[in-house]
C-alpha cells in the first residue's frame, strides 16, 4: 500500500466507522446529555478502532500488539466521544449555535483518544515520543476540522431538512455530519504518519510492490516474520528475520541478520553494518526494496 | 490403304491430300509429292496493307512484324483465315496456338507448322565473352546488363545457367536465381545483379560464369574480381589478415584481446571482409569472450557446460514482476559463457548474461500475464560454451486475475509460509550465491495493479450509508411525523394512545328516496333505489379511557358516516372517498348519471398501517390513498394520533390530506371538512374560540386572517367539572391553515325548509357548501364544524397539504372553583405564538383580572389586568402571547378582584431535533 492510498483508506475507513457508529447509536433509547454521550462513545469507539486496525495492519504489527493497540485505541477513543457527547450537549443546551463547537471538541476528544497509546507508550526525549507528538497534534487537528465541518454540515441540512419537512428527527444530517467527521479523523490520522515520516522503504518487486513502511522504530528488522517491522510475507527467500535497519544520529544503518543469501545493497553483498542513502536498494531474498530518506540537515 | 505422313508419322485416310496432324501434302497413292510453299487461295493481308501470297511470305511478314502478328494470333484471324481457306488443320493449330502461355511460343510453334520452303534458323551472338569487374568492395552491390542478339532467323529459346561458388552473382531479376529460361526474336538484355552479402574478402580473384544454351547456339561468359582483405586495425590485434592470425595475437595476449571482442571490433572487422563472424549470440564478457572466439574457431575444445535449475515453478497475480535466474556453470575450470533468448514466451524477458568465470547467472524478468488463472509454461533458449543449447522450462502458476487482486492484507500465520503470491520455487537446490552480485535492478514498477478497487468500494459504501439515511428522510419525512403540530416535544409521553381511530373500511350501501335524496340504508328515506359504494374511509375518533368507563366519542360517527369531504376541481365539487354507485337493480341511464354527477375515483391503497415510532414518539396511524382519474388527482389521507401540545400524551389525531394533481394541466383545487362535533352524549358542544369573548353556541363565519390557530369545545357546561375537552388545532407545521371556518348547525335534511339555502343540506351528502344555521336550529341541536380550503391553482404532479387535528385538550379548572379555568393553545416552542383563554364565570362589571405573566413572555394582545362584566353564562378572556426564546416551564396565574385563582404550567420546548448528534 503506497503512502497515498493510506492516507485515502484512513479517511474512508474513518468515515465508514463513524457512519457505523452513528448507525448504532439510533438504537438507543435514552434521552438528553446520556443520549449524546452514549452516541460519541459510540462514533469514537468505532473510529478508534477501524483506524487502528489499519494501522496495525499497514505496520504490520504482530497480532497481539495489534489487538492491544486496537482496543485501547477504541477505549480512549470511545471515551473522548462519550467525553465529547457530554460537552457537546451541554453547550447545545445553553444555545443551538453553540452545535459546532460541540462537534468540534467531539472531535478533538476522539483524535486526541486515538494518538493518546502510542503518546504514552513512548519514552520521553526519543524521537517516538516526538513522533507520537506530532500524529497526536494532527490527528486533534483532524478532530476539530472534521467536527467542524461536519457539525456545520449537521447544522445547515437539520435546518433545512426542518423547513422543508418540519420539525423531526431526520437521519441524514447527522449520517452526513459524522461520515465528514471520521473522514477528516482519518485523512489527518494518514497525513500525520505520512508527513512526519524521517525515512521509509517501498517494496519494488513482487506481491507487495509498491508497499511503502515507514522506519519509524529504533531498530526495524526486514523478515517474513510477523511483527517484523518490514514484514515481507510470502518470499520464500528472505528469513524470518533476514536484516535490519538500524537508526542512528548518523543515519540509518543496514545489517545483515546472518541470512544464508545474504543480503544484497545496491547489488552488493554486505558483509557488515553499511550506512543507507536515499535511493539505496535493498535485496533481500527474491525482494527489492528502495531506501528513501528525507533530506537531513546534518549527519 | 492408309496414307502415313512422311513428317509426323500419323495416318490419314486414303483420300487425304494433306496431313490431318501437320498440314503436309500428303503422297497418295497416286504419287503426289510433298508440295512446299504453295500459294495461298486467297492472299492474306496485314493491317499495314503488306498482302502475302504465298505460305513462304507469309512467314517472313510474320517476323518482320512479330508484335502485330502475336496479336493477329490472339484475336483469332489467322485461324479464321486459315478455315477459310480451307486448311482446318491449319486453323486447328492456330487456334492450339493462341491459348499458349506465352505468345512467342505460340506463334514460333505455329510457323513450323505452315508449309514452307525456306529454312528457319536462328543464331545466338553475345557482346563480350569475359569480364573483369575488376576491385570489389564487400559493401558493393551492383546491376550489370549483357546485351543478346539473334542474327539468324527464328526465334531463340533456351536458358542461361551463373557458375558461381560463392553465389555473388544472380540473375538480377529473381534475387538469387543461378538459372533462367530466355527467348527473344532480335535482341535481349541479361540482367545480372552482385549480391555483396556474399562478396567475401580473400587473397585470391573471384570467378564466375554464365552458359547461355539456345536453339541458336551456346555461349559462355567469364567474369572476374578482387576483393582485398581489410587488415584489422585496432589494439593487440593490429595487423592481422586472416581469423587464424587474429586467434594467433589473441592467444598472445587474451585480457587485452578480449575488449577487442566484448566491444564487438572483432566482429565488425569480420563484417567489413564479408565473412560469417562464427561467434553466435552476444560476446562473452572477459576473457571468456577470447575462449568463445577460440572454440567457435575450433581452435580449443568447450568445456562440458551443466544448467541449474533445469526448471522453476512459481506463482503470482496478474502484472506481478517475478525475478528468476538460472545458472550455466561447468565443473572444468574454463571460462563460461552464455546467453538466453525468450521469443517463444512474451511473458519472460532474458536479461544480459552475468559471468563469473565458470558460473554465469542468467537473470529472467516474469512479467505475470492478464489471463485466465491456471498453469502456465514458459520456455528460453540459453546458448552456451561449444554451442550447447539449453531449453529450461519455466512453470507459472496465475493466481486470480488483475481485476479482482485482493486488497494487500498480510496472511494469517499458518497460511503465509506455503501459499503466498509470488513465491519462486527452483525445483532444485542451487547453491547460495554468496559473494555473488545481485541481479540487476528491476525496470520500473508496473502499473498493472488495481489497488485502488477496495478504495472505490469503501467510498461507495459510505456514500450508499448516507444515501440510505437521505432515502429515508425523504420517503419517511412526508409523512405525518414532520408535519406534527408544533406541540411536538422531545420528552417520551405515554405512549399509551389515549384515543383510538375508527375507520369505515366496508362497502357503503346508499338508498335513494325521491329526488335523490340519498342516505345511508340505516337511514329513514323509503328506498326507491340502492346502490353500493367503495368503503369510504371515514373515520371517527373517540377516547380510549383508563378505567372502566366507557369510550366517549369525539365525532357524532364512530365510524365518521356524518362527516364528510368534499373536492372542489375547477368549480366541479366531488365527494372525497365515495366512489361511483353501482346499483343492484336496473336503473335508468339518467338517474344512474344524476345519482353518480358528483361520485368519481378509486381508493388505491387503503387502511395502510403505520407503526408508531419510538423518537420522535408518535403512535400509530393510517393512510389511504384515493385516485380520480378525470380530472387526475390523488389525495392521500393520513390520521396518525400524536402527543398533545401540553398533555404530552398520544391523545391528538393529525388529520392530513396530500392533494396531487397528477394530471397535465393546471387544476384549481380547494377541499372542504365537514365535521359533525360530539364529544360524549353531548352532539351540540358550544366552542371556545380565542379571542372571542362568548361561547360559541349558535353559528360563526370566520374567514383569512380571523381563523383561530384553535378551538375548544366543553363536554360539561360546568368549570368545575367540564369533563372531556376536545381541541382542534388548525394551525399545524407543513399544512395549510383553513381559509374559512364555520360553526352551526350539521346540514339535516330538515333544515332544507327551515332556511334559506336550506337545499343544500343534505347531511353526509352536502356539497362544497354547508349552510350555517345556529346550532340550536334543530331539536336537538346538532353542532358542526365546517373547515374551508379554498380552491387554489396546482400545477401538474404538484400537491398542497391541508389538514388539522383533533383530540383532547388540558385545561385547568380544578382551583377556580367554577367561578374561573384557564387553558392554552398554539404554538409552545421558542419564540411561538399562542393564546391563553381564561373562563369566567359569576363574576360582575366591578370586578377584574389579574394575569400574571413568567419572565420572557411578551403579551402581544390583551391587557395583563382586564376588566370583567357581568354575564349569566360563561364567557372568555383571552391573551395572545409570545414565548421566550429558550426552553423551559414557565406557571401562568390568573387571579379575580373577588379572590378567585387559577393557574396553567405551560411547558416551552423546541421543536424535535435529537440533541446536539441528532
Known sequence: MSFKLFVIYCALIGGLCSYFGWAIGLFIQTDGILRAALKGLCVGTLIGMGLTVLDSIWNSRNFITGIAHTLTAAVLAGFGGFLGGIIGEFLFNIHNSLLILGWTLTGILIGVAISAFELFSSKPNTQSRSFALGKAIKCMAGGGVGGLIGGALFFAIQLLWVKVFGPGIFWTPPAIGFSILGLAIGLFIGLAQVLIKEAWLRIENGRWQGKEIILANPFSTIGRKEGCEVAIFGDRNIQLEHACIRKSNAGFFLKDLNSPDGTFLNRKIIKEETLLTSEDLIQTGGTRLKFLEKTRKSI | ?918
Request: with cysteine; aromatic share 8%.
Open chain 2, 1 to 918: 490403304m492408309v496414307l502415313t505422313c512422311n513428317r509426323c508419322g500419323n495416318i490419314n485416310p486414303k483420300e487425304a491430300a494433306f496431313c490431318f496432324f501437320d498440314g503436309i501434302v500428303l503422297q497418295n497413292g497416286i504419287g503426289q509429292s510433298v508440295v512446299k510453299n504453295p500459294e495461298l487461295p486467297f492472299p492474306f493481308i496485314f493491317p499495314d496493307g503488306r498482302k502475302c501470297i504465298r505460305y513462304d511470305e507469309l512467314v517472313l511478314a510474320f517476323f518482320d512484324e512479330w508484335g502485330e502478328s502475336k496479336n493477329l494470333l490472339k484475336d483469332k484471324s489467322l485461324s479464321q483465315y486459315f478455315q477459310k481457306i480451307g486448311r482446318a488443320d491449319l486453323a486447328y493449330h492456330a487456334e492450339k496456338c493462341r491459348v499458349f502461355p506465352n505468345s512467342d511460343l505460340g506463334l514460333d510453334e505455329l510457323i513450323n507448322r505452315l508449309p514452307i520452303s525456306i529454312s528457319i534458323q536462328p543464331e545466338l551472338q553475345v557482346e563480350t565473352e569475359r569480364i573483369n569487374l575488376g576491385i570489389l568492395n564487400p559493401t558493393d552491390s551492383r546491376d550489370l546488363y549483357i546485351q543478346l542478339k539473334n542474327t539468324g532467323l527464328g526465334l531463340i529459346k533456351g536458358n542461361a545457367v551463373i557458375h558461381c561458388p560463392d553465389f555473388w552473382l544472380t540473375f538480377g531479376d529473381a534475387a538469387g536465381a543461378n538459372q533462367k529460361a530466355l527467348h527473344f526474336i532480335n535482341e535481349n538484355k541479361l540482367h545480372l545483379k552482385l549480391q555483396n552479402k556474399r562478396l567475401r574478402a580473400s587473397d585470391k580473384n573471384l570467378n564466375a560464369k554464365i552458359v547461355i544454351d539456345t536453339n541458336g547456339g551456346t555461349k559462355e561468359i567469364i567474369f572476374s574480381a578482387t576483393i582485398p582483405v581489410t587488415p584489422f586495425a585496432k589494439g593487440c590485434l593490429a595487423g592481422a589478415i586472416s581469423p587464424r592470425k587474429l586467434a594467433s595475437l589473441a592467444k598472445q595476449n587474451p585480457s587485452v584481446a578480449a575488449l577487442l571482442f566484448e566491444d564487438n571490433s572483432v566482429q565488425d572487422w569480420y563484417r567489413s571482409n564479408g565473412w560469417t563472424y562464427p561467434v553466435p549470440g552476444p560476446p562473452a564478457s572477459g576473457v571468456a569472450a577470447v575462449q568463445q572466439f577460440f572454440e567457435a574457431l575450433g581452435l580449443v575444445e568447450a568445456p562440458k557446460v551443466e544448467i541449474e535449475p533445469k526448471s522453476i515453478e512459481c506463482s503470482g497475480f496478474p502484472g506481478d514482476k517475478i525475478s528468476l535466474s538460472f545458472t550455466v556453470f561447468s565443473e572444468e575450470r574454463k571460462h563460461v559463457y552464455a546467453h538466453a533468448s525468450s521469443h517463444e514466451t512474451p511473458w519472460l524477458h532474458c536479461s544480459p548474461a552475468i559471468i563469473n568465470k565458470n558460473k554465469v547467472v542468467i537473470p529472467i524478468d516474469l512479467v505475470v500475464p492478464d489471463v485466465s488463472p491456471g498453469q502456465h509454461e514458459g520456455r528460453i533458449q540459453i546458448f552456451s560454451n561449444g554451442g550447447k543449447l539449453f531449453k529450461p522450462r519455466i512453470y507459472l502458476a496465475v493466481k486470480g486475475n488483475g481485476i479482482s487482486l485482493p486488497p494487500p492484507i498480510p496472511n494469517d500465520a499458518k497460511g503465509m509460509a506455503n501459499n503466498f503470491l509470488g513465491t519462486i520455487n527452483p525445483s532444485s537446490n542451487f547453491p547460495p550465491m554468496n559473494g555473488a552480485q545481485a541481479p540487476p535492478i528491476p525496470p520500473e514498477l508496473d502499473q498493472y495493479r488495481t489497488r485502488g478497487i477496495p478504495a472505490i468500494f469503501l467510498a461507495l459504501l459510505l456514500f450508499a450509508g448516507n444515501f440510505v439515511a437521505l432515502a429515508r428522510d425523504i420517503l419517511f419525512s412526508h409523512t405525518p411525523s414532520s408535519t406534527i403540530a408544533n406541540t411536538l416535544t422531545t420528552n417520551k409521553p405515554d405512549m399509551d394512545p389515549q384515543v383510538t381511530i375508527t375507520t369505515n373500511d366496508t362497502e357503503v350501501e346508499i338508498s335513494f328516496g325521491e329526488g335523490l335524496t340519498a342516505k345511508p340504508t340505516a337511514g329513514r328515506a323509503n328506498a326507491t333505489s340502492k346502490g353500493t359504494q367503495e368503503p369510504h374511509m371515514s373515520f371517527g375518533i373517540q377516547t380510549k379511557p383508563t378505567d372502566n368507563s366507557k369510550p366517549k366519542l369525539l365525532v357524532r360517527d364512530p365510524k365518521g358516516f356524518t362527516n364528510n369531504s368534499v373536492l372542489r376541481i375547477n368549480g366541479n365539487d366531488w365527494f372525497f372517498g365515495q366512489g361511483p354507485l353501482k346499483f343492484s337493480k336496473k336503473s335508468s341511464p339518467e338517474f344512474m348519471l344524476a345519482a353518480n354527477k358528483h361520485y368519481t375515483g378509486h381508493w388505491l391503497k387503503m387502511k395502510q398501517l403505520i407503526a408508531d415510532s419510538k423518537f420522535p414518539f408518535l403512535g400509530s396511524g393510517y393512510s389511504s390513498l384515493w385516485a380520480m382519474t378525470n380530472p387526475s388527482v390523488e389525495i392521500t389521507q393520513t390520521l396518525r394520533i400524536i402527543p398533545g401540545a401540553q398533555t404530552n400524551k398520544l391523545d391528538t389525531v393529525l388529520v392530513r390530506y396530500r392533494i396531487e394533481n397528477r394530471g397535465n394541466k393546471n387544476l384549481n383545487i380547494g377541499f372542504r371538512f365537514l365535521l359533525d362535533t360530539f364529544i360524549g352524549t353531548n352532539d351540540a358542544v358550544p366552542f371556545l374560540i380565542p379571542g372571542e369573548s362568548e361561547l360559541c353556541s349558535t353559528s360563526l363565519i370566520m374567514e383569512h386572517n380571523s381563523v383561530p390557530d384553535f378551538l375548544q369545545a366543553l363536554e360539561n357546561n360546568n368549570l368545575n367539572s367540564p369533563g372531556t375537552v376536545a381541541n382542534i388545532s388548525l394551525q399545524n407545521i407543513g399544512l395549510e391553515k383553513p381559509d374559512k371556518l364555520t360553526l352551526g348547525c350539521w346540514p339535516d335534511y330538515r333544515l332544507q325548509d327551515i332556511i334559506p339555502q336550506g337545499n343544500k343540506c343534505k347531511e353526509a351528502f352536502t356539497l362544497w357548501d354547508v349552510p350555517v344555521a345556529s346550532i340550536s336550529t334543530l331539536k336537538p341541536p346538532d353542532s358542526a364544524l365546517t373547515l374551508y380550503w379554498n380552491p387554489k391553482e396546482i400545477q401538474p404532479f404538484k400537491a398542497r397539504e391541508v389538514g388539522f387535528s383533533y383530540g383532547l385538550g388540558t385545561f385547568a379548572g380544578s382551583q377556580g372553583q367554577g367561578q374561573l379555568a384557564l387553558t392554552a393553545g398554539g404554538s409552545f416552542i421558542p419564540n411561538g405564538e399562542f393564546t391563553l383563554t381564561a373562563y369566567v364565570s359569576g363574576h360582575t362589571s366591578a370586578d377584574s383580572l389579574d394575569l400574571k405573566l413568567p419572565l420572557g413572555f411578551k403579551l402581544l394582545d390583551g391587557q395583563e389586568k382586564t376588566p370583567l362584566r357581568t354575564s349569566q353564562s360563561k364567557y372568555a378572556i383571552s391573551w395572545k402571547l409570545k414565548a421566550p426564546p429558550s426552553e423551559g416551564e414557565s406557571l401562568f396565574k390568573i387571579e379575580s378582584s373577588k379572590g378567585f385563582k387559577e393557574q396553567l404550567s405551560i411547558q416551552i420546548k423546541k421543536p424535535p431535533v435529537g440533541g446536539i448528534f441528532g
